[in-house]
């Protein structure tokens, strides 16, 4: 695929996706979705982790509220269904780690797009908004599983009901995010955090990746039992293998991802 509204790039075992429609703050539109979606399977075979970033001031100001081309016949569940779904399952089924880079505001389906991959970034002056209720919606993209789950029931609620802006910082001491950083600093800590990534054992990360969301359907028991499987899967791998022996040496690690 030839990407018009994004690109694409690799490099040392990472691939970064970049929404690139800044003038209007990196809103989804069909092409958008289409190409993220293809853009985010494709890093999981050239990389060992993926970074979704955007550019301007803005991460992702959400759906596209003035892309006219389809406006007239808007069917917003078909949409979800045909559009979003496919792009969010690209960012939550990759087998390789996921990053978002949050560079700016991240509002709507922007915010939660952000939300459903393994670890968010944001830099300080990034904010996070659940704008749907300001025109009649309920969050969606996601919002209303990853929400509950990074935040509680609580403040999740809060969030959808008043659409109020939530700042890195905030979202950072809530639970949302893994880490806020300042703005001079965000790039290279993105940066350091995903080539952490790229090195490290992509199986394990995997098998992270499936243990930790199992663990909200499972009970102890059966969680127990998965966690049981997995780590026996991870022990014949030769990451493990390299792992031990990099310990005993008292060196770092060299991981292949395999």
Request: hydrophobic letters at 45%; glycine letters at 8%; charged letters at 20%.
């Amino acid at each position: 695929m030839q990407y018009e509204t994004i690109t694409y790039a690799v490099t040392d075992g990472v691939a970064v996706v970049t929404m690139n429609r800044p003038d209007v703050m990196n809103a989804l539109n069909t092409q958008m979705r289409a190409e993220i979606t293809h853009a985010m399977r494709q890093g999981a075979e050239d990389a060992r982790c993926v970074v979704l970033t955007g550019t301007g001031r803005a991460f992702c100001s959400g759906q596209d509220l003035g892309d006219r081309s389809n406006a007239a016949n808007l069917d917003l569940e078909r949409t979800l269904r045909d559009e979003y779904v496919p792009m969010l399952r690209a960012v939550v089924d990759c087998p390789v780690p996921t990053i978002s880079a949050v560079n700016g505001a991240a509002a709507g389906a922007g915010a939660n797009l952000a939300l459903v991959a393994d670890v968010v970034i944001a830099t300080e002056s990034a904010f996070f908004s659940q704008a749907f209720t300001r025109i009649g919606l309920i969050p969606d993209a996601g919002g209303t599983w990853a929400l509950p789950r990074q935040m509680g029931l609580a403040k999740a609620m809060g969030a959808a009901l008043f659409a109020e802006k939530i700042s890195a910082r905030q979202a950072d001491r809530w639970g949302m995010i893994w880490e806020a950083v300042a703005d001079a600093d965000f790039e290279a800590q993105w940066k350091a955090r995903a080539a952490h990534l790229a090195k490290g054992p992509t199986a394990a990360y995997q098998k992270v990746k499936t243990a930790m969301h199992a663990s909200f359907e499972n009970d102890l028991e059966a969680q127990l039992a998965l966690e049981a499987k997995l780590q026996g899967e991870c022990g014949k791998t030769r990451d493990f293998k390299e792992g031990v022996v990099s310990f005993l040496e008292k060196r770092p690690p060299v991981f292949e991802g395999r």
